[in-house]
């Protein structure tokens, strides 16, 4: 079946880094764009970035263009994201999914604190 396993989420400082990574199965992963998503408490679900099915394209949202960086690497079906300089307000469930929104996972959660 479908399996998007997100995981590398936890506890940063602010100014910290964290990277993520999402392992899939059950479907044909390089055929696909891939996205990250987040949703802070209280606050609808924003989407993050996203990489097209080759890797040739990358997209961010203007809140974290500059500080993360989207890959993938279609050998291993797993799609990453490397957060930089973080922030308070980047705290939040991390969701990858497929960019059509037909696969989730389960998130993985960003705490950003001192």
């Known amino acids: 079946q479908v399996q998007l396993v997100e995981s590398g989420g936890g506890l940063a400082q602010p100014g910290g880094s964290l990277r993520l990574s999402c392992a899939a199965s059950?479907?044909?992963?390089?055929?696909?764009?891939m996205s990250w998503a987040r949703q802070a408490p209280g606050k609808g679900l924003e989407w993050v970035s996203g990489?097209?099915?080759?890797?040739?394209?990358?997209y961010y949202a203007d809140s974290v263009k500059g500080r993360f960086t989207i890959s993938r690497d279609n050998a291993k079906n797993t799609v990453y994201l490397q957060m930089n300089s973080l922030k308070p307000e980047d705290t939040a469930l991390y969701y990858c999914?497929?960019?059509?929104?037909?696969?989730w996972g389960q998130g993985t959660q960003v705490t950003v604190s001192s």
């Open positions: 999914a497929t960019s059509g929104g037909d696969y």
């Open positions: 059950g479907f044909t992963f390089s055929s696909y764009a």
């Open positions: 990489i097209y099915s080759d890797g040739s394209d990358t």
